[in-house]
């Protein structure tokens, strides 16, 4: 069974940088699609970024387009995010998730990771 694991996370002055990573482990990985989610406190979880397995091409949540940016090491399982330029209102729990079956069924999740932006 495929699990995902993210770290990165952390505390971070408004302005500043954090990259989180998803390792995945278990059996033969090979999504279709990865994505990272985040859920602030007392919101509903929220797409943020996601990226094909076999494609190199980001998609991204208005929100945050041009400042974070989706990556993968598909020989190390691994996917990434880049986020710049940090908002107080990018303070959320960050997880990670694996199509397995289809590009828009993320069944896999990570554990999450919390990002907090301080101003």
């Known amino acids: 069974q495929v699990q995902l694991v993210e770290s990165g996370g952390g505390l971070v002055q408004a302005g500043g940088s954090l990259r989180l990573s998803c390792a995945a482990s278990?059996?033969?990985?090979?999504?279709?699609?990865m994505a990272w989610f985040r859920q602030a406190p007392g919101k509903e979880r929220e797409f943020v970024a996601r990226?094909?397995?076999?494609?190199?091409?980001?998609y991204y949540a208005d929100s945050v387009k041009g400042r974070f940016t989706i990556s993968k090491d598909n020989a190390k399982n691994t996917v990434y995010l880049q986020m710049d330029s940090l908002k107080p209102e990018d303070t959320a729990v960050y997880y990670c998730?694996?199509?397995?079956?289809?590009?828009?069924?993320?069944?896999?999740w990570g554990q999450g990771t919390q990002v907090t932006v301080s101003s």
């Open positions: 278990g059996r033969t990985f090979s999504p279709y699609s």
């Open positions: 998730a694996a199509g397995t079956r289809s590009l828009a069924d993320y069944d896999t």
């Open positions: 990226i094909r397995w076999s494609g190199f091409i980001g």
